[in-house]
């Protein structure tokens, strides 16, 4: 099946620095890629919704130029998150998912990335 | 908010058991999907029912759908201690290919 990996996979920064999410799809193209966070004990919020080549797609109460989002091919997405603080704390978790295939409604998850800021 | 609800929030019950978990939306879907979560890890989906199909069954696992109603039930049944996890449904809307997640909900299953 199709994997989506993250990397890293866990990250512990000070306040005020920025730090980048990857997010691949490994073995198919991800037309759109989604980014999730999530904090302890909580659910998944959509953060925002990227498509290869395109501007991102913020969901409301998601600051844009905080959350830099890249989705500048077929198989990588980033997620910086700019002047880190303690409260950006939390579970980032990717998606992709390939429009171009039959199989549209399928979307894979990625493993997720822990982001402790200090 | 994005989330619809699920409930109940929390469900504790003995191995064994059949353990059911509700989940509604709030907006016209293409899917709905059954999550697993264990603490600190990532999703492992579990099954997925399109917006066209009432009752969907893998393993011990039971889903249905009710558009008219806009909400979801999954059923375990024959609970396993290993079965404990948070639950999570999310829904693609029809609007954009974007999937919403509930609330969720954790289940423990009492060896």
């Known amino acids: 099946g199709a994997v989506v990996s993250q990397h890293p996979s866990r990250v512990i920064c000070k306040s005020g620095t920025s730090v980048k999410i990857e997010c691949r799809s490994l073995d198919f193209q991800a037309t759109t890629m989604f980014w999730y966070r999530q904090f302890p004990k909580q659910s998944l919020m959509l953060m925002a919704t990227s498509n290869e080549g395109s501007k991102a797609t913020y969901e409301q109460g998601v600051e844009k130029d905080k959350f830099l989002i890249n989705h500048a091919s077929l198989t990588l997405s980033t997620l910086t998150v700019t002047s880190a603080h303690p409260e950006d704390s939390s579970f980032y978790i990717c998606?992709?998912?390939?429009?171009?295939?039959?199989?549209?409604?399928?979307?894979?998850f990625g493993p997720g990335t822990r982001l402790t800021v200090l | 908010s994005q989330q619809g609800e699920e409930d109940p929030q929390a469900l504790s019950i003995q191995e064994g058991e059949n353990a059911t978990m509700n989940c509604s939306y709030k907006?016209?879907?293409?899917?709905l999907q059954w999550y697993r979560q264990n603490s600190g890890r990532g999703l492992v989906h579990l099954i997925l029912i399109r917006s066209n199909e009432r009752e969907k069954h893998s393993g011990r696992l039971r889903v249905t759908l009710d558009t008219s109603k806009k909400s979801s039930s999954l059923l375990i049944t024959a609970s396993r201690a290993a079965d404990t996890a948070s639950y999570f449904c999310a829904w693609e809307d029809t609007g954009g290919f974007k999937t919403i997640f509930g609330a969720g909900t954790r289940l423990f299953v009492k060896a």
């Open positions: 907006t016209s879907i293409n899917n």
């Open positions: 998606s992709a998912t390939d429009h171009t295939s039959g199989s549209s409604d399928t979307q894979y």
